[in-house]
């Protein structure tokens, strides 16, 4: 009876962590229950393979030893159990999804500079993890000196029976390790094989439903067989620039009362930058708002084989380069939106650090001058992101520090001036490239075009950085046009409300070239004709309603409490006052049929229903 109880109370102290994990993943980021059984099977095998080697040692080995070596063991899979639930959490609440092995492995290899990035010191942090695994070691000797049912099982077993125990345990982890990687139970959202195969969850974190994107391949493909690509001719070049983590309020070239564009603001003098206008993004994450971009689709729309604008380009006879800051490569598949580009680089093949926008220009000094066939560039930079490299040179704005880890509840005077000291870089990191581009020939007749992936929270409605919400602040975003060589751009600004997915077709037609009919978009250069712009973060869905021409209302629906929020941006651009209660029921009826229409997963309420006041529905 003393071994059955000694073997409970292990199982007890080993579960403590995963159980006190999953009530987080559940409660706090709504996994669903399934998940829970297959991570409890799961993190069973290192308890297994733990007591295997206490059996062991407890039949061949000295006491002392044998305790010594059992506890340096638990206190080591206990330490990479709680490493790992932490950067499970960090990667949930920073980005939305689990963390995946590509990320971890590519961030340990650069600890040090992703360190001096977020403003954190290394000896504190190598101090922290040396004390926890200490305090591990400590607590596993303890433990193993008051608990301890190897030494009475190994007396009562002969040699042989332990080594077949032993072998057993073996096959049992083996068995494990290789369901997790041949069958890994992804649609349960067990995060150990999220984190294993993230590509086994495309879209991870939003709620796609699979079937729904086959049946959107599909579509694609006829798309694709059916278009036509322009007859031959003179073509412009291109230059995409994305700022990762962009928002246009914080722009000089937009009004900010600082000057964080000084080359922007030149360029709209020399009348290069001929017009700009702000968009709202599909999401908040930079998955799906490059996604968006290149494949101009809502991200309920999103498939595996969407026609992509680098696509399209590359049929008219355009060589596309793709060059990144940051890792795109082990980003989620985000990899699979670029295939078929004639060069690839981003952060994630250089030594340095992989979100320096240095290593961007870097790569382009080494680009042969333009041969005159038309290229595509699209550049993606990290210095408006959190986690991007700034130069000293250009921390104009003081105090500055990395608000990554701040929580608070209001904008702080030192997260924005880091934010801004970020633009400001981001603006010089275009100087370079636009300088680079015209030594080398690419802008003698060139179109540029400037945004976002996503907007930023600096501590507005309570929220700071992005992937946490749909609020204005991280769901807007600027797009600059600026021409030079050919013909003005025309007019792309005064719409009531443009969307990210706008911006591939309205490239297209300033290029001239017709775009596919499964596109979402449509080119800025004309009228918009639409009634709804979806929108959709973890568990918040929602729509821009562009029906009331006296009126222009967003409505998102939080699946996680069951709230709606709506608001009047015409008179209320910054969301302070909540009017659900007061919107017109035959709007709130055509709202929740739009979100339904984007089936987001956990989307649960009746169209018909009324929320009443308190905006929850079935609320008192």
Known sequence: MKIVRALALDLAAWYAAPAAFLWIYLHGYMA????????????????????????????????????????????ALLW????????????????????????????????????????????????????????????????????????????????????????????????????LRWEPRTLDAEPIALSLHPLEADFQGHGIDQLRAARLDQEEDAARAAYRPAPPGPRRNLVLIVVDALRPDHLGIY??????????????????????????????????????????????????????????????GYRVHMILSGNHSGFYGLRRVYEGADSFFDGSHAKRY??????????LAAFPQSDGKPAMFQFHLMSAHLLGMRDPAFMKFAPAENYALNRGQEPSE?????????????DVMIQEILGQLERKGYLKDALVAITGDHGEALGEHGRIQHSNSVREEAL???????????????????????????????????????RPATWQGEPLQNPLARDFVHFRERWEAGVFDLRDPQALWKYWF???????Y???LAVDPRENVNVIGGAPLEHKRAWRRQVLAGAPVGIHFRYDADPGPCGTIGCP
Request: with cysteine.
């Open 255 to 316: 009004g900010y009362a600082r000057d964080t564009t000084p080359f922007l603001s030149r360029e709209q003098s020399a009348g290069r930058l001929r017009r700009n206008t702000t968009l709202h993004t599909s999401c908040s994450s930079s998955e799906c708002g490059l996604r968006s971009i290149a494949s101009s689709k809502f991200l309920h729309q999103f498939s595996d084989r969407p026609i992509t604008l680098q696509e399209l380009l590359k049929l008219h």
């Open 558 to 564: 939080d699946s996680r409490t069951g709230a709606e």
């Open 80 to 179: 990479v159990m709680l490493a790992y639930y932490l950067l499970v959490l960090i990667g949930l609440q920073s980005w939305g999804r689990v963390v995946s092995w590509d990320i971890i492995a590519s961030y340990a290899g650069q600890a040090g500079s992703f360190a001096d990035a977020l403003g954190i010191s290394v000896p504190l942090v190598l101090g922290t993890a040396l004390l926890v695994f200490v305090a591990l070691f400590a607590g596993a000797w303890v433990y193993f000196g008051r608990v301890d049912w190897t030494r009475p099982a190994a007396s009562r077993l002969s040699k042989p029976l332990v080594g077949g125990i032993a072998f057993a345990g073996v096959v049992f982890c083996a068995a494990q390790l290789d369901g």
């Open 476 to 514: 807007r975003v600027p797009f600059v046009l600026l021409s030079y060589g050919g013909a003005p751009t025309p007019a792309i600004d005064g719409h009531r409300l443009a969307a990210q997915i706008d911006i591939a077709p309205t490239l297209l037609q300033e290029l001239g070239l017709p």
């Open 566 to 568: 709506a608001f009047d």
């Open 32 to 75: 669903p229950a399934d998940a829970v059984a297959p991570h409890l099977r799961v993190v069973l095998a290192p308890l297994v393979a733990l007591a295997v080697l206490r059996l062991i040692l407890a039949a061949f080995a000295r006491p002392k030893a044998a305790r010594l070596a059992s506890a340096l063991a638990a206190a």
């Open 414 to 426: 030192s997260a924005v001036n880091y934010y801004d000291n970020g633009v400001l870089h981001a």
């Open 354 to 363: 992989m979100n320096d926008d240095r290593l961007v220009i870097d790569h």
